[in-house]
């Protein structure tokens, strides 16, 4: 099925079909995420899952109104989002199991460089931080190395500092962002002198994951959150060199079977912006169809002096 085709037969689904709208060039794998988003609608419920917009619409709400960007042009402003970023955050985070706890447990974004990954996530991580309802919840921005781990971490600090009303509730500290009143906190971790043991993990961002040369990090941070009902894992990526062995590929790999339904995995949500076999790296259309945020945190001047 093609993005689109799905009669809109509810609020939810039309709001979707509004924010899909665009007139870039899309590639065959973001063709395959849109597609399979409007058919979780129609099939969905049937596996006793259920959409609820509202739970999707408050994370929107929260990064919208509490976030501001840091740097660049931007800095000071809110953090608006494009609606190719609201319609990936309310299926990542509308989708309920029938227990009422959310169906998805990873939300994997694969685009270009510059497209606002890294933002975004820091975003969420606050969110999940403060508002997702979770008592003495652990979010980690986790990596191999400690500088890459205090990128997204370091980012979550300015968003906070810049608002007197998260500042109300989030003591900041180097390396620890904490909220005192649900026990929770925010922190960088990485493998590189940090024991991950005796962790539990409501969050869990992991940025850059293609320069990931082993399991490490991966296997122990998603182990230790058996005891969490709706942890949340952000993994985050630009295409890496094709190594069967490292753990960013392996997980593209499923990424793509999701999407290609050779493996079924509704905790996976998967969004992939990225050229095709055979286009040309001069063509503005192969510019679009991994960079969706191409005129908006890119210019399109800056890749074509590159190219």
């Given at each position: 099925?093609?993005?689109g085709?799905?009669v809109?037969a509810?609020?939810a689904v039309?709001?979707m079909?509004?924010?899909?709208?665009t007139d870039?060039e899309?590639?065959?794998?973001?063709q395959?995420?849109?597609?399979?988003?409007l058919?979780a609608h129609?099939e969905?419920?049937?596996?006793?899952h259920?959409?609820?917009?509202d739970?999707g619409?408050?994370?929107i709400?929260?990064v919208?109104?509490?976030?501001r960007?840091w740097?660049?042009?931007?800095?000071g402003?809110p953090?608006l989002l494009?609606g190719?970023q609201?319609a990936?955050?309310?299926q990542?985070?509308g989708w309920k199991r029938?227990?009422g706890?959310?169906l998805?447990?990873t939300?994997?974004l694969?685009l270009g460089?510059k497209?606002?990954?890294?933002?975004?996530?820091?975003?969420?991580?606050?969110?999940l931080?403060i508002a997702d309802?979770?008592?003495?919840?652990?979010?980690?921005?986790?990596?191999?190395k400690?500088d890459?781990?205090?990128i997204v971490?370091?980012?979550a600090?300015d968003?906070?500092?810049?608002?007197a009303?998260l500042?109300?509730y989030?003591?900041v500290?180097r390396?620890?962002?904490?909220v005192?009143?649900?026990r929770?906190?925010?922190e960088?971790?990485?493998?590189e002198?940090d024991?991950?043991d005796g962790?539990?993990?409501?969050g869990?961002i992991i940025?850059e994951?293609?320069?990931?040369?082993?399991?490490?990090?991966?296997?122990?941070l998603i182990?230790a959150q058996?005891?969490?009902?709706?942890?949340?894992n952000?993994l985050i990526?630009?295409a890496?060199?094709y190594?069967?062995?490292q753990i960013?590929w392996q997980l593209?790999d499923?990424?793509?079977?999701?999407l290609?339904?050779?493996?079924?995995?509704d905790?996976w949500?998967?969004?992939?912006?990225a050229?095709d076999?055979?286009?040309?790296?001069?063509?503005?259309?192969t510019?679009?169809?991994?960079?969706p945020?191409?005129?908006?945190?890119?210019?399109?001047?800056?890749?074509q002096q590159?190219a």
């Amino acid at each position: 099925m093609t993005p689109g085709t799905l009669v809109a037969a509810d609020p939810a689904v039309e709001t979707m079909l509004k924010l899909f709208e665009t007139d870039r060039e899309l590639g065959e794998l973001e063709q395959l995420a849109r597609a399979r988003i409007l058919k979780a609608h129609e099939e969905w419920p049937a596996k006793g899952h259920w959409f609820d917009y509202d739970a999707g619409a408050r994370v929107i709400a929260f990064v919208e109104n509490f976030c501001r960007h840091w740097k660049g042009e931007w800095a000071g402003t809110p953090m608006l989002l494009e609606g190719w970023q609201k319609a990936i955050i309310l299926q990542a985070f509308g989708w309920k199991r029938a227990d009422g706890y959310r169906l998805h447990r990873t939300m994997w974004l694969e685009l270009g460089r510059k497209n606002g990954k890294s933002a975004l996530a820091s975003a969420l991580g606050v969110y999940l931080l403060i508002a997702d309802g979770e008592p003495g919840a652990e979010v980690y921005s986790s990596a191999t190395k400690r500088d890459q781990a205090r990128i997204v971490f370091d980012a979550a600090k300015d968003i906070v500092n810049q608002s007197a009303a998260l500042k109300e509730y989030v003591k900041v500290q180097r390396a620890n962002l904490s909220v005192l009143r649900t026990r929770s906190k925010f922190e960088p971790l990485s493998s590189e002198g940090d024991t991950l043991d005796g962790l539990s993990p409501h969050g869990n961002i992991i940025d850059e994951l293609h320069s990931h040369k082993n399991r490490v990090v991966w296997d122990k941070l998603i182990t230790a959150q058996a005891a969490r009902r709706q942890p949340m894992n952000l993994l985050i990526t630009t295409a890496g060199i094709y190594d069967p062995e490292q753990i960013g590929w392996q997980l593209h790999d499923h990424a793509v079977q999701i999407l290609n339904e050779k493996v079924e995995d509704d905790s996976w949500f998967v969004w992939i912006s990225a050229s095709d076999a055979g286009d040309d790296p001069y063509d503005l259309s192969t510019w679009e169809k991994a960079n969706p945020n191409l005129g908006v945190s890119i210019y399109p001047s800056f890749i074509q002096q590159r190219a």
